[in-house]
Each structure stands twice: as structure tokens, then as C-alpha cells.
């Protein structure tokens, strides 16, 4: 990583600080018992799961190809399931495939959330994902990706040229706004679907090259190697990159392809442009190649572009019936969940206002937040059981809001939950219609900055905070912050 002496120090303060607690449930799979006094490379893995990475539905950004792969093949035998055989999957082969989902037509505010602190002292993690077996990774934007395995934590990969972006103590009452590396670093993380053969992780970060320009780019480390600084493979590069605007979710879809959210790195008017990276939503094979049906947007086009026309998407999840759903950034206020269609532009930075959306030939959000600013970031469709008010509803961490949001979608003609305690239910001729959405606001100032939301293969739902990275509000940070949290409903 490049840092100077200064976050060097400050980077070994807050390991020595960060500390596991004991976990009081037994239903905590694969954390319980885990201590942070290692820090070497092991084995490891973190899979989307079985049901929270959804799907890429006909209409809603279709991968309705033969199932063949795109360059998927990597010479690895998973036993079974090799990368031949699932990346480009059918559709019906995604163990979530509902096409005959419902959405809940109650209020999720007649539930009561508590939060269980697992683990204190994070240095601003930003994304979550788990294994099969329950191990989960996390990255932390300072450069690292950590693994618990249910008995240890350890560091699978510090990627050598990612930049510290730096941290405030816990418990300080500074408010810089920007850290070191402003909104940049070691942000989102998936993993291969054959995990753990290959033992490949993928992870998402801002890096400055030799001629002192920002890029975000993505690649692929294994954790099984003895250096968890370098990258078995660059995936994409080029990405551009910015104090802000750096999107960075990665995940991958149902069919095994791997989605990225890519921010418009401080260069708006590039977001109207296909053939540029910056304000996509890409869809690429585990090497990087674009899929083979993705849209044909044009001479110029960038062939790994899904979607365009976006300011800074940080969130992305499916539904049951394979409908994939964003979480966006918008400006001063005016974020956004948008349904994705593929090939479909998105606006920025032409329009952003609700009430303009109407005529203007632009793909409509489901949900605009107005002048108020939620600032949603990553996001789960829950689909567990563990937390039965928020089944088969979206849930997104709100960081400015310091509050967790639930949207229910609810497809055109059915039933709609209360709208009373609802902070919107968006029935507007400027909203896309193919659902209406039910938005609900729950845990405010609880945790302080949610950044990221994510179930675990049992069905338990686990959010990170980001109090640490000099915009919190109020009490934030406490002198545990950041926190790892799992949900229970009372």
C-alpha cells in the first residue's frame, strides 16, 4: 500500500485496538470464538451466498444467453462445478430463482431490529462477503481484506499499490470530511464462484501510477499465496478515480458474472459516454472479458458497459425473479434505487430531479429521495429468515442518514404495504412503474454511518458502519467504532 510513517503508525494503533467479542448466540455460524491476535496469510473464501446475490432477469437486465461461459475457463477442477459449468449458468441453476416471489404487503417498522456488536475497532470496513461455510471477508479502506474464519482472523490480501485512505481515531471529535484518501481504497469484495478452487478473491481499490494519476481497478488475489500484496490477475483496470465518486461494489450475479459499480471519478460529462468507464454499471467473466450478450451501445461503446448514465451506484442486488435493483448516490440529495435494464441510460448528469424525468427519454428511478439526502450505499435483498420483517425486501445502509433503509418493491397491480409509516411510497407518473416502491427508515443514529449490508448463507444480516472515515454526526465515532453488527428482530 502507499502510505507515509504517519499512517503507518496510525494504521498499527488501530490493529492492536481492534478486538473480537464473545458472540452470545450460537446461530452467529463460522464468527463465534474468533480473536484478531493473527494477521498471515491462510486459506479462505467468501462466496455471494445462496440467495442474496440475485439474478439477471429477463427485461431487467437479461443474461438470458444458452449458459455458455465468455472466456470463463481457468484450467481449475471444482469438483463438479468447475468454472467451465457455472459462469453463464442458466437462470433456473441460481438456488434464489423465484419466479413466483411476493413481496410482504405488512409494514417492516412493526418488527423491533436490535444490533449485536461482534466486533469493535474496524478501520473503516466497506464491504462484506461470505463463504459457504460462514467465513466472512471484510475490507477495510486502509488497505486490507480480512478474513474470519470462526476461530481467527487473518489479512488475505493487502494490495501493495492501493492507497491508505486513512482514518480518525475512535471516539475523536474531528470532522475532516476527507480522510488521507478521501472516498477512495481497498473498497468492495467478491469471490470466485468455484471458490475455493480456485482460492481467487476479488477486491476493488484506488491506486495512483507512476505519472500520479487516481484509478480504481479490480483484480483477483489468491489466499492461499504467501504475498497477499500481489494480484494473480488484473480483471479491469482504468476505472477512473477521484476523492469522491468512486462507486466500487462488486459482486457476482446469479449467472457467475461479476458486476461493478463504477462512480464517475469527478468527470460527469464521461457518464453519457459508453465508451468511457466512468458512471457504468459493468458485467464482465471472472477474467474481465465483456459477456458475450451484453448491449451494443454504439461505435466507441466500451462492450463491458451494462448500464450508463450513473453518478455513483454503490449498491446492487437482485430479486427473486431476477430483476436487478441499484443504490446510487445523487447530488445534494436526489439519491436513487433504480431498476437496471441493460443497455439503459440513466441520466447523469442530465437529469436528476424527479419532476424533470417525464419526456426526457432517461431510464426513471424507482425511488428519488428529493432534497433530502439519504446517501444509500450497499445493499442486500434478505431472503433469510432470521429477520422475518425484512424478507424479500431491500435494505440499504444510509451513511450521511445514519439509518438503515427498507424498500419493499412491489410489481405493478399488487398489494402495497402501509404507506403511514412509510417515508414515501412513490405512485408518480415521473417513477418507473414496473414496481412501486414502499421506502421505510428504521435504526436512526443507532449505529451512526451504515455502510454496508449483507446476509450470511444461514440467513443472518450483518451491517458494517463507517464512523471512522471523518463524517460522522453526533456521538460518532464511539471509542469502538467501526463495529461489525449482526441484526436480530425482537
Keep these: 500500500m502507499q502510505r507515509d510513517s504517519t499512517d503507518r503508525v496510525a494504521t498499527a494503533r488501530g490493529r492492536s485496538r481492534r478486538r473480537f467479542l464473545a458472540l452470545a448466540a450460537a446461530g452467529a455460524a463460522g464468527l463465534a470464538g474468533c480473536s484478531t491476535e493473527t494477521a498471515t496469510p491462510t486459506g479462505g473464501g467468501s462466496d455471494p451466498g445462496d440467495g442474496t446475490d440475485g439474478s439477471d432477469g429477463d427485461d431487467g437486465g437479461s443474461d438470458s444467453s444458452d449458459g455458455s461461459d465468455d472466456d470463463a475457463g481457468d484450467g ?10 457455472v459462469v453463464g449458468r442458466s437462470i433456473e441453476e441460481w438456488s434464489g430463482y423465484d419466479a413466483e416471489w411476493e413481496p410482504p404487503t405488512s409494514s417492516p417498522l412493526e418488527a423491533t431490529l436490535d444490533a449485536e456488536v461482534l466486533v469493535e475497532n474496524l478501520e473503516v470496513p466497506w464491504d462484506i462477503a461470505f463463504a459457504p461455510d460462514g467465513d466472512m471477508f471484510v475490507t477495510e479502506r486502509v488497505g486490507r481484506v480480512l478474513r474470519f474464519d470462526g476461530e481467527n482472523v487473518s489479512t488475505v490480501a493487502e494490495p501493495t499499490e492501493a492507497i491508505d485512505a486513512g482514518s480518525i481515531e475512535p471516539g475523536s471529535d474531528e470532522r475532516p470530511w476527507w480522510v488521507t484518501g478521501g472516498e477512495g481504497g481497498t473498497l468492495g469484495v467478491a469471490v470466485h464462484p468455484t471458490f475455493p478452487d480456485p482460492a481467487r478473491i476479488y477486491v476493488y481499490y484506488t491506486y495512483t501510477n507512476d505519472e500520479g494519476t487516481k484509478y480504481n481497478k479490480v483484480a483477483a488475489f489468491d489466499t492461499e499465496s504467501e504475498t497477499p500484496g500481489e494480484p494473480v490477475e488484473t480483471v479491469v483496470d482504468g476505472i477512473p478515480a477521484n476523492n469522491y465518486h468512486n462507486g466500487g461494489r462488486i459482486t457476482f450475479g446469479p449467472r457467475n458474472y461479476l458486476w461493478i459499480t463504477c462512480g464517475d471519478g469527478g468527470q460527469p460529462d464521461d457518464a453519457q459516454d459508453p465508451g468511457s468507464l466512468a458512471g457504468k454499471i459493468l458485467r464482465v467473466t471472472p477474467h474481465g472479458a465483456p459477456v458475450r450478450d451484453n448491449p451494443g451501445l454504439g461505435d466507441g461503446a466500451d462492450p463491458r ?19 436487478p435493483v441499484s443504490s446510487e448516490h445523487g447530488p445534494t440529495g436526489r439519491d436513487e434505487i433504480n431498476r437496471l435494464v441493460a443497455g439503459d441510460n440513466y441520466s447523469w ?21 428529493g432534497a433530502q439526502s439519504f446517501a444509500p450505499t450497499g445493499s442486500l435483498f434478505y431472503t433469510g429468515d432470521s429477520v422475518p420483517a425484512l424478507r424479500n425486501r431491500m435494505v440499504t445502509g444510509g451513511l450521511v442518514s445514519q439509518q ?3 424498500t419493499t418493491l412491489t410489481p405493478e397491480g399488487g398489494t402495497l404495504p402501509p404507506a403511514e409509516d412509510a417515508h414515501a411510497q412513490v405512485t408518480d407518473d415521473w417513477s418507473d412503474q414496473a414496481y412501486t416502491a414502499t421506502v421505510h427508515t428504521t435504526m436512526q443514529n443507532e449505529l451512526g454511518r451504515i455502510r454496508h449490508v449483507e446476509q450470511s448463507p444461514n440467513g443472518d444480516i450483518y451491517v458494517i458502519t463507517s464512523n471512522r472515515d471523518g463524517r460522522a454526526k453526533g456521538e460518532f465515532p464511539r471509542e469502538r467504532d467501526d463495529v461489525l453488527v449482526r441484526l436480530t428482530q425482537a
Design 404 to 406: 438503515l433503509v427498507v
Design 349 to 369: 448528469n442530465e437529469v436528476f430531479k424527479p419532476e424533470d424525468y417525464p419526456g426526457s427519454g432517461f431510464h426513471p428511478p424507482l425511488f428519488n429521495t
Design 76 to 85: 481449475s477442477d471444482g469438483g463438479g462445478a468447475t468454472p467451465e459449468s
Design 305 to 323: 458497459v451494462f448500464t450508463y448514465g450513473h453518478r455513483n451506484p454503490q449498491g446492487i442486488v437482485w430479486l427473486p425473479d431476477g430483476t
